[in-house]
């Protein structure tokens, strides 16, 4: 109603709400791929992998109910944001790999995996029931969580 764009032509343009949300995301797809250049040139892999998450984390939190259409796609199901959901898994097997092989982050989670965690982290960013410490702490747990633990050798 504020752009002064009818219910009409806006279903025109966009038959599904999947359909308007990827435009959407792809206007903001520059500055991300401008803030993955960043991240390219770390050279600290498992900084670059929490940097990603970061990012990723605050790209998916900026609108509210980007969670749940997400998922879906996440899932497999016929959707216009099917495409950005497997770049941004891509983009985390990317990094996730390399702290892999860095010896920083467990072996046995997938990118897929650590999407989901990130999501969730998002769910929390915008959820009427957490606050700003409420969300650093579900972010930390989720840190800490991916990490390796090296034992102490008794």
């Not at 040139?41 to 749940?68: C, E, I, K, N």
């Not at 998922?71 to 390399?98: D, F, K, N, Q």
């Not at 633990?149 to 008794?154: G, I, K, N, P």
Request: hydrophobic share 50%.
């Amino acid at each position: 109603k504020e752009a002064g764009v009818g219910v009409g032509t806006l279903y025109r343009h966009f038959p599904q709400r999947d359909d308007l949300i990827a435009a959407v995301l792809q206007t903001r797809e520059s500055a991300l791929a401008e803030q993955i250049e960043t991240i390219d040139s770390m050279t600290d892999a498992p900084a670059a992998l929490h940097a990603w998450m970061q990012v990723l984390d605050d790209y998916l939190a900026r609108f509210d109910g980007l969670v749940d259409p997400m998922s879906r796609a996440l899932m497999g199901a016929e959707s216009a944001l099917a495409i950005s959901c497997a770049w941004l898994v891509r983009t985390t097997a990317r990094y996730l790999a390399a702290a892999q092989s860095a010896g920083a982050v467990r072996s046995d989670l997938t990118a897929r995996d650590l999407f989901v965690l990130v999501l969730a982290s998002s769910w929390v960013s915008r959820s009427v029931v957490a606050d700003k410490q409420s969300l650093a702490s579900v972010r930390q747990v989720i840190r800490d969580g991916i990490q390796i633990r090296h034992q102490s050798v008794a």
